[in-house]
């Protein structure tokens, strides 16, 4: 039976992590500071060279910091490969490989199976494998079924799911100070040492492997869900002409909801939402059981970069043929990463539609963009016909909406990742549409249905107050 109960953070291990991308580098990083002695292993030469110079590969708040304290402690190692990194005391072995959509949408298993193989091969006593990795209920027990037969004679390979909640940008942080750790075990000791490799005192959930594998997915797609709800009470707000951060607040602070993931925009992105949504709906096609609320989360994410051209064909006329300046490439604030990145998807909707697209981004990483990109936000504003807010950067909410009247060719801006003070820039002559908010609303006739059936019921007595009591 599942229990929930209180982490210990009891004992120091000596633990193997293979993959140093936003989960592998962030767990062994931060397993290193909780004390525990640590190598982390990375095949990819680009990915591992920096890491033996003591810098990151990726964009993360605090986690050089961490690696600079690890390497000075000697808790933190890097290697390319599991061979020579001596085995010989390891107890566990983290695997945070990727699992990337094959091309049905299926995560692709590969990468994982063959760490668990390279682990397994090397083991040179009883290993616990823990797959950090998000993959599809069932795929623990398969691997254990790899580790098996990849494991010398006489050595046992006990794979365990305890999948990451961590959000890029905020890795350190979520990983050191978690809501909770998910542990998923076939054998209740195993189950132990995993939990005591976490931070102390945070909430516990212990659970078979399938169990917590299905907590990883279910979580991303209640977020997914929960900003496609947004984004339809958003579009509601934006008829009726009210705040939808206001609503929204509203709605949140009831504490069975939460105010959390109901920030409206241009949708979900990033490496993990997409994925899990359409991973969640895949096992529930191959279970039989079918998954139509997160369903309807993915077609409303669909919908939100679409919904977001329109508004600005509306202001411009048609985009064909006119030079939009874009804020924002990274899928969200705080990290370099645009992997199926709504202000990717924005911008090649633009392109697609016959705009020309001068685009700023402090940090992403883009490998092919088919737009300009200028060094700086002023650069890429100036003269352009309209300008489009895509990722809600800081500097940008910073900018001076005189500044950006003053170099802006055109009139219109469409702050699509509500970034902007949407009262000030309008003072400042220009015309701004928003998303939930701001947009120059007419008040739509559909509201008034009530009134014309008090209409009917009674003409005579249509305001009257003890008509509108018996409602
Ligand atoms: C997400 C989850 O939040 C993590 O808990 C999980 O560990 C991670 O996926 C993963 O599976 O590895 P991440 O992809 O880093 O983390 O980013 P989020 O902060 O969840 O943002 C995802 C997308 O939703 C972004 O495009 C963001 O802009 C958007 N978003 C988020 C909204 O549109 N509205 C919101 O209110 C919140």
């Known amino acids: 039976m599942t229990s929930v109960e209180m982490t210990k953070g009891a004992a120091s291990h000596r633990v193997l992590v293979v993959g140093a991308g936003y989960v592998g ?67 566990v072995a983290l695997l945070a490989v990727g699992t990337p959509p094959d091309e049905n949408g299926d995560p692709d ?45 006489g050595v046992r390979i006990s794979v365990v799911s305890s999948p990451e909640f ?28 995993v939990a005591d490799l976490y931070p102390a005192g945070v909430p516990l959930v212990k659970t078979d492997r399938r169990g917590a594998e299905l907590i990883k997915y279910a979580a991303n797609a209640f977020l997914a869900v929960k900003i496609s709800f947004a984004n339809e009470v958003a579009a509601l707000c934006e008829s009726l002409g009210t705040e939808a951060s206001t609503v929204l607040l509203g709605v949140g602070l009831d504490q069975r909801i939460g105010k959390d993931f109901l920030r409206p925009g241009p949708g979900y992105g990033g490496s993990c939402l997409p994925k899990d949504v359409s991973g969640f709906q895949a096992l529930g096609r191959a279970m039989g059981t079918p998954t139509r609320v997160v369903a309807a989360a993915e077609e409303v994410n669909d919908e939100a970069s679409r919904a977001a051209l329109m508004k600005l064909e509306m202001g411009l006329g048609g985009v064909a043929g006119k030079l939009v300046a874009l804020l924002g490439l990274a899928f969200k604030p705080g990290t370099d990463d645009s992997r199926d990145s709504p202000a990717l998807r924005l911008a090649e909707l633009l392109i ?41 950067w800081d500097e940008f909410s910073a900018l001076s909406a005189e500044a950006v009247a003053e170099r802006l060719g055109g009139r ?60």
């Not at 902007?420 to 947009?439: F, K, N, P, Q």
């Not at 059936?453 to 018996?470: G, K, N, P, T, Y």
Request: aromatic fraction near 4%.
């Open 25 to 91: 580098l962030t767990s062994a990083v931060c397993f290193a500071h909780l004390g525990h002695d640590v190598v982390c292993v990375e095949a990819n030469p680009d990915r591992l060279a920096p890491l033996l110079e003591g810098r990151s590969p990726i964009h993360e708040p605090g986690l050089e910091e961490l690696m600079a304290e690890g390497a000075s402690s000697g808790r933190l190692q890097f290697a390319q490969g599991v061979a020579g990194t001596g085995m010989s005391g390891v107890e």
């Open 109 to 153: 298993l590969t990468q994982l199976a063959a760490a668990a193989r390279e682990v397994s091969a090397h083991a040179v006593r009883d290993l616990v494998v823990v797959v950090k990795s998000t993959v599809p209920p069932g795929s623990c027990e398969a691997i254990e079924l790899v580790c098996a037969d990849a494991a010398p004679e």
């Open 166 to 193: 961590l959000r890029e940008s905020r890795a350190v942080e979520d990983f050191l100070a978690p809501d909770r750790v998910v542990v998923g075990a076939a054998d209740p000791e195993v189950a132990e040492l």
């Open 352 to 392: 697609a539609s016959g705009a020309r697209v001068r685009a700023y981004d402090p940090l992403a990483r883009v490998d092919a963009f088919a737009g300009e990109r200028t060094a700086d936000a002023m650069e890429a504003i100036d003269g352009a016909e309209a300008l489009v807010v895509a990722t809600a």
């Open 412 to 471: 219109i801006v469409l702050d699509a990742a509500g970034a902007l003070d949407l009262e000030s820039w309008a003072e400042a002559g220009l015309v701004v549409y928003g998303i939930g908010r701001g947009a120059p609303v007419a008040f739509h006739p559909v509201v008034w249905p009530p009134l014309r059936w008090a209409h009917q019921r009674d003409s005579l007595a249509l305001f009257q107050d003890d008509e509108v009591a018996a409602g």
